[in-house]
């Protein structure tokens, strides 16, 4: 018997050549992601670039898959998280960026594994969603700023947020990209008519799905109309000496509650039933400075509602908390909120002996307290909750303050330290998805701006320029219906990612089966 001839081996120039196309087509895949990102509202972008990356990881090794799964990472990341070096120089921007791209390593890997399995998409699919899982974890409690599902707060998927979340709606655009890319890479191959039926199939079931939960965005007031006004202050200057001048900054929100007083009694603007003031808008500790209680007690007694004020607290041992204080124009101070997710580097530095290493920048970071506490806040009778600021990109504390009440959602933030970027655009982009995975509206009340009023269909019906002070006054629908993304919570993360991982088994196991 004659031994079956090996498969001739392409000439390595051809294969250097592939290896080329294909490190910059991940790479350009990358950036096309970045590009579906706020500020920008291209949405469709997203499945595009997974449709590109899709046949770049079909059939190679894992090890090739991470290299690609890298460049990818890096075309994504590294444009997306510009402003996290705006005023601290490149190296805590190009260090936050590689670990990112590392997760993105992974799945790449990942999808290189299982892409040779039966309905690849779907077990890619997993993989992709059990990286965003993991990014969202660790280290020090994640940073899923880059979740695939923040590139949708319009488009034809963003329905599938209230059904199962982010994940769900992630999954449903990388489904799409990578069923698309395979039917492109099947045709091209000029394999049977057959065989391109599975990833046709594929790539049409999120878009139906994203048509079949349109009917279940619904922005109607199931508990009334409330009228909110949101205070953007200003600061003196960006930057991270924004609050070098502290009672600037908080003279500035009492100037325009007086003026927004002023403005209703005169009849100019109808008298809101509620104020929200910006994170960091006393960073003078109220309850412990008399002349800044003096300040909060004016404008509150001004405007005749309650006010949420956030300031910071100095506590005992120099640990302060990062506070939402309900501020009553009768009784003073009452309820708070905590802060309970801190930002790393910022708010607190983790090692900061090795860190100082790097930089002595370092030495300018907080030693803030987190808090405890569901998020929620009673607010002149409504039930409010608070994601504050960097809280907001966290699946599980928003769904925390809508499981414990909140009839509307409040992200009071301060943008100052990153400048003109699009930081303030990304972050209203995620609260633009909450609003539709959790059916709530949202207020953004900045200390620059941009301030907004989101409907719980996601639609921005106000916003504010960057570093103007302003007022916005919107009547707003409150709802105590929960979606059934709200009630899922993440039992649609750990099934994606249950997939996932058993396919990226089943690969391996496959793969040395062939290997004996």
């Not at 449709?51 to 994504?76: I, K, M, N, Q």
């Not at 049409?204 to 953007?232: H, M, N, Y």
């Not at 989101?454 to 409150?478: C, K, M, N, S």
């Amino acid at each position: 018997m004659t031994r079956n001839a090996e498969p001739e081996r392409p000439p390595s120039g051809r294969r250097s050549l592939g290896t080329l196309a294909r490190c910059l087509l991940a790479g350009t895949a990358g950036v096309v992601l970045f590009a579906s990102f706020s500020p920008r509202e291209l949405w469709w972008l997203a499945p595009v670039a997974f449709a590109l990356l899709g046949p770049v990881l079909h059939g190679r090794t894992a090890r090739a898959g991470f290299g690609y799964g890298l460049l990818f990472g890096l075309g994504f990341y590294l444009p997306l998280l510009t402003w996290t070096g705006e005023f601290v120089g490149s190296l805590p921007w190009l260090a936050l960026a590689t670990v990112e791209s590392l997760v993105a390593a992974l799945a790449g890997a990942g999808i290189a594994a299982v892409s040779r399995l039966r309905a690849a998409p779907i077990w890619a699919t997993g993989v992709w969603v059990g990286a965003e899982a993991l990014i969202a974890r660790v280290p020090f409690d994640g940073f899923p700023w880059g979740r695939v599902a923040f590139s949708q707060p319009v488009g034809l998927f963003l329905p599938i947020a209230a059904v199962g979340g982010t994940p769900l709606l992630s999954a449903a655009v990388v489904l799409t990209g990578l069923s698309v890319g395979e039917l492109g890479r099947r045709a091209v191959a000029g394999e049977y008519r057959r065989r391109l039926t599975v990833p046709a199939l594929l790539a049409a079931v999120p878009v139906l799905a994203g048509l079949a939960a349109a009917p279940l965005v619904d922005s109607a007031a199931q508990a009334g109309r409330v009228s909110v006004a949101l205070v953007q202050g200003d600061v003196p200057r960006a930057g991270l000496d924004f609050n070098a001048q502290r009672r600037a900054v908080l003279d500035n929100h009492v100037a325009r509650t007086e003026e927004l007083a002023a403005d209703v009694a005169a009849g100019r603007v109808p008298r809101p039933e509620l104020v929200i003031w910006p994170e960091n808008s006393s960073d003078i500790d109220p309850l412990r400075n008399a002349d800044a209680a003096q300040g909060i007690d004016r404008a509150a007694r001004a405007i005749g509602v309650p006010i949420l004020v956030g300031a910071v607290l100095q506590n005992s041992g120099d640990r302060p908390t990062n506070t939402m204080i309900v501020w009553d124009p009768v009784t003073g101070p009452g309820e708070e909120h905590d802060k309970r997710r801190l930002q790393p580097f910022g708010e607190y530095m983790p090692y900061r002996d090795f860190f100082r290493l790097f930089s002595p920048l370092v030495d300018r970071a907080s030693n803030f307290v987190p808090g405890a506490g569901d998020g929620v806040v009673d607010l002149g009778g409504v039930r409010v909750g608070i994601a504050t600021c960097y809280e907001v990109v966290f699946d599980d504390l928003v769904r925390q303050s809508v499981r414990s009440g909140a009839q509307l959602l409040a992200v009071p933030t301060n943008n100052a330290t990153f400048g003109y970027t699009d930081m303030t655009y990304q972050q209203q982009a995620m609260s633009r998805v909450r609003a539709v995975e959790h059916g709530r509206a949202v207020v953004i009340a900045a200390t620059s701006g941009s301030s907004a009023v989101i409907a719980p269909d996601g639609t921005v019906e106000q916003r504010t320029g960057l570093f103007v002070p302003a007022v916005l006054v919107a009547e707003v629908p409150l709802r105590t219906t929960t979606t059934l993304a709200t009630r899922l919570g993440t039992g649609p993360e750990w099934v994606l990612v249950a997939l996932g991982v058993t396919a990226v088994f089943a690969a391996a196991v496959a793969r040395r089966r062939e290997g004996r």
